[in-house]
């Protein structure tokens, strides 16, 4: 028999949960290997920085020392509890762009200039950040002021850029058409169609799915999900919102990133463990990691 599917969670908030060690502990139950906390303020982004720098926290695929700059990540075997392989980003949400980014630009020059810089610090990626024209909670200048300044932060720090973009392709578009880009860009929980899904893979980006293509009216999203080339696509959960059916209506959780895999994996009418071998691998380039398995 094969072992069960392993999946990687590309974007979550576990770390704002009151007790991320239980959901984590889950993850790992259900075989997820990887987790990207994902912070949306100076806090939260502290807060996900927090987590996984914590040793406490079960038997966790470690990031080796011994790797050194080839940023090699490495499972390994132990009894007890295993939880996932953790990592972070910083970043300002569209909905607090307002706040300015220079809280962020010093959180970044402090990690940068300490022993182990970012790799010490597991932090690979800048966002989320992006444009929010559906909610609107930060004036749409400061949005576009934001995220410029995180594209050139992802850039300069080379991590991996994580997009949010909602009711705002155009405007997102023509930023990233004039600003020079990172090496690696994720647009997460994407939620275009096809049209769009082809203007991000021409700018050679990765899309993350969500959740939301476990939806009956999924339609374009599905459609961009079983056309998205094997080596741009990721899941995620954006836990703790947008749970997947059947889970739909509870609180979401990194461990429900299998029922993700498998729905994709179903609209592409491939097996769930051989999807979720191509997204290890494929998650871990998209954050400037190796794959654990090459
Ligand atoms: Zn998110």
């Excluded at 920085?49 to 090699?72: F, K, M, P």
């Excluded at 994407?190 to 049209?195: A, C, R, V, W, Y």
Aim: charged letters at 25%.
């Amino acid at each position: 028999m094969s072992p069960p599917a392993a999946w990687l969670d590309s974007h979550c908030h576990v770390h704002e949960d009151a007790d991320p060690v239980a959901l984590l502990e889950r993850a790992g139950a259900a075989g997820v290997s990887m987790v990207v906390c994902v912070g949306t303020n100076e806090d939260t982004s502290r807060a996900a920085l927090d987590l996984v720098g914590r040793d406490n926290i079960g038997d966790r695929a470690g990031w080796s020392d011994e790797a050194g700059s080839s940023g090699q990540a490495e499972s390994t075997e132990s009894s007890g509890c295993v939880v996932p392989e953790l990592f972070a980003t910083v970043g300002l949400h569209p909905h607090e762009a307002s706040r300015g980014t220079e809280g962020m630009a010093r959180l970044l020059e402090g990690l940068s200039g300490a022993p182990g810089g970012f790799h010490a610090a597991r932090l690979v990626g800048i966002g989320e950040c992006g444009l929010d024209y559906h909610y609107e909670h930060s004036p749409r200048d400061a949005q576009r002021d934001a995220f410029i300044s995180q594209i050139a932060m992802a850039r300069e720090h080379d991590l991996t850029l994580v997009i949010h973009t909602r009711d705002a392709w155009d405007d997102t578009f023509a930023i990233l058409g004039k600003e020079r880009l990172p090496e690696r860009v994720i647009f997460h929980c994407f939620t275009g169609g096809l049209e769009e899904a082809k203007r991000c893979i021409d700018l050679g980006a990765w899309l993350s799915f969500s959740g939301i293509v476990t939806f009956k009216n999924a339609g374009a999203l599905a459609e961009a999900a079983s056309w998205c080339p094997a080596d741009r696509l990721l899941v995620e959960t954006d836990s703790p919102w947008l749970a997947p059916v059947p889970y739909r209506g509870q609180r979401n959780e990194p461990a429900y990133v299998v029922a993700v895999g498998e729905r994709v994996a179903g609209l592409r009418d491939v097996a769930p463990e051989d999807l979720a071998e191509v997204c290890r691998g494929v998650t871990c380039r998209a954050f400037g990691l190796l794959d654990p398995g090459s």
